[in-house]
C-alpha cells in the first residue's frame, strides 16, 4: 500500500514504541493520529514534533479499551480526516503480579487494556476502513505458548489473546482488509532506564543477536505490514532472536 495520505491511527502513541510509528508512518506522508490516555502534554508534543518536521499529524484523547471513547475517537477522526486506512493497535501496558496476589481488578485491567482495547478499536475501524485498509495488532513473546513469564501471567494472557483474534479476524475481513501483528522482544523503552544493571545483563544473555531491540525498529516491522500487500493473519516476531531458546 502506498502510505502517502493515507489516515494512520496509533494508539497509545505518545511515547515509546508508538511514538516511533508515529514519526515513522509520518516520514512516508501518512497523515497521523496519534493518541493516548493520560499523557495528553506528551501526545501533543509528539504531534508537534511531527508538524515541525514537515509531517501531518494530529493528537486526540481517549482511552482505547474504552467503548465510549473508542467511538468518540473515530467519530472525530472521521470528521477531520475521513475515514482510518491503516490502524495500529499499539496501546498496552504490563504490570508484574504474582499469581497468588492477583486480583479480578488487575486482571480485567490487563485484559482491558491489552486485549479489549485492540478489539474495540478493529471493530470500529473496520467498519468504515476503506478496501485495501490495513490493522496491525502489538502482541508480545509473552504471548507465545510458554513464554509467557511468571509474574506477568494477565499481561501474557491478554497478548495470546491478541494473537488468536489477529488470525481469525484476518480471516473474517478477508479480502477486504489485511489484519497482521507484531510480537516484540525485549524493546528499549523508558521502562529499561528504571532496570538494574544485573537484570539488564541477564536479559541480555538470553538473547541470541545480543541487542535490545529499538522502538524504530519496531515501527519499521509495522509499516511493512501496513505496506505488504500479500501479508497478512501473520504474527511477526521481532526479538533478536529470544523465542528461540538458548543454550
Ligand atoms: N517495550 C517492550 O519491551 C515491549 C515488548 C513487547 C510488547 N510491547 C508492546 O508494545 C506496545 C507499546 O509498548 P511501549 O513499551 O512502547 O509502551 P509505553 O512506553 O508504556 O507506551 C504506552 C503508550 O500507550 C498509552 N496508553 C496506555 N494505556 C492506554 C489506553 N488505555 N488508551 C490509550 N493509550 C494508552 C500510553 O500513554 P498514557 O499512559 O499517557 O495513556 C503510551 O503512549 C504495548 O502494546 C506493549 O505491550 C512492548
Same mark, same amino acid.
Do not use: C
Given at each position: 500500500m502506498v502510505l502517502r495520505d493515507k489516515v494512520v491511527l496509533v494508539t497509545g502513541s505518545s511515547r515509546g514504541i508508538?511514538?516511533?510509528a508515529g514519526d515513522a508512518f509520518a516520514t512516508r506522508g501518512?497523515?497521523?493520529?496519534?493518541?493516548?490516555?493520560?499523557?495528553?502534554?506528551?501526545?501533543?508534543?509528539?504531534?508537534? @514534533?511531527?508538524?515541525?518536521?514537515? &509531517?501531518?499529524?494530529?493528537?486526540?484523547?481517549?482511552d482505547v479499551s474504552d467503548q465510549d471513547d473508542v467511538n468518540r475517537? $473515530?467519530?472525530?477522526?472521521?470528521?477531520r480526516y475521513g475515514p482510518v486506512d491503516i490502524l495500529v493497535n499499539n496501546a498496552?501496558?504490563?504490570?508484574?503480579? +504474582?499469581?497468588?496476589?492477583?486480583?479480578?481488578?488487575?486482571?480485567r485491567h490487563m485484559l482491558n487494556v491489552n486485549l479489549m482495547s485492540t478489539v474495540l478499536c478493529s471493530i470500529r475501524a473496520a467498519r468504515t476502513m +476503506?478496501? &485495501?485498509?490495513?490493522?496491525?495488532?502489538?502482541?508480545?513473546?509473552?504471548? $507465545?505458548?510458554?513464554?509467557?513469564?511468571? &509474574?506477568?501471567?494477565?499481561?501474557?494472557?491478554?497478548?495470546? @489473546?491478541?494473537?488468536? $483474534?489477529?488470525?481469525?479476524?484476518?480471516?473474517?475481513?478477508? =479480502?477486504?482488509?489485511?489484519?497482521? @501483528?507484531?510480537?516484540p522482544g525485549f524493546v528499549a523503552t523508558s521502562y529499561m532506564d528504571r532496570?538494574?544493571? =544485573?537484570?539488564?545483563?541477564?536479559?541480555?544473555d538470553n538473547i541470541p543477536l545480543r541487542e535490545f531491540i529499538t522502538p524504530e525498529q519496531i515501527a519499521e516491522a509495522y509499516v511493512y505490514l501496513a505496506e505488504a500487500p500479500y501479508v497478512t493473519g501473520t504474527i511477526l516476531t521481532a526479538d533478536a532472536g529470544f523465542t528461540l531458546g538458548h543454550g
Open positions: 508508538g511514538r516511533a501518512s497523515i497521523v493520529v496519534l493518541n493516548s490516555r493520560a499523557d495528553v502534554a506528551a501526545g501533543e508534543q509528539a504531534a508537534h @514534533a511531527i508538524a515541525e518536521r514537515g &509531517g501531518t499529524a494530529d493528537y486526540l484523547q481517549a475517537l $473515530f467519530d472525530e477522526i472521521e470528521r498496552g501496558r504490563t504490570e508484574s503480579m +504474582p499469581i497468588l496476589e492477583s486480583t479480578a481488578e488487575h486482571w +476503506p478496501a &485495501g485498509g490495513a490493522i496491525i495488532n502489538t502482541s508480545s513473546i509473552r504471548g $507465545f505458548d510458554a513464554n509467557g513469564r511468571e &509474574g506477568v501471567m494477565a499481561y501474557s494472557a491478554a497478548k495470546a @489473546a491478541v494473537n488468536n $483474534f489477529t488470525r481469525t479476524l484476518a480471516k473474517e475481513l478477508a =479480502p477486504t482488509i489485511r489484519v497482521n @501483528a507484531v510480537a532496570v538494574e544493571e =544485573p537484570l539488564r545483563q541477564s536479559w541480555l
